[in-house]
Nanobody, 122 residues
Framework: QVQLVESGGGLVQPGGSLRLSCTAS????????MGWYRRAPGNERELVAA???????NYADSVKGRFTISRDNAKNTVSLQMNSLKVEDTAVYYC????????????????WGQGTQVTVSS
């Protein structure tokens, strides 16, 4: 089992910045991908950014140039630096971790944090 705990959410004005952090604990040795997703009220959950152990990154088009994902493999943490925040960034942000299947042919496993609220409002 893997447990994920997010922190850093809060209320910020448009144009402001926040830094989210996620720490993984438990059976973390096999985690190979981590990322951030978000879900706004009434909307589907969407990928914000993801990063592999090797440092490859993927961003949603809506956050490119504004958000930066980073990872500390030794500490089992992933962070999301959010700059130039917009009202439409308001959502609950969730940390996600993935690992390959224990046996060949099995499904990959995903783990989710409880989420942290980010509200962008004047």
């Amino acid at each position: 089992q893997v447990q994920l705990v997010e922190s850093g959410g809060g209320l910020v004005q448009p144009g402001g910045s926040l830094r989210l952090s996620c720490t993984a604990s438990g059976s973390t040795f096999s985690i190979d991908k981590m990322g951030w997703y978000r879900r706004a009220p009434g909307n589907e959950r969407e990928l914000v950014a993801a990063i592999t152990t090797g440092g490859s990154t993927n961003y949603a088009d809506s956050v490119k140039g504004r958000f930066t994902i980073s990872r500390d493999n030794a500490k089992n943490t992933v962070s999301l630096q959010m700059n130039s925040l917009k009202v439409e960034d308001t959502a609950v942000y969730y940390c996600k971790a993935e690992r390959p299947p224990q046996y060949r042919g099995n499904y990959r496993l995903s783990y989710w944090g409880q989420g942290t609220q980010v509200t962008v409002s004047s």
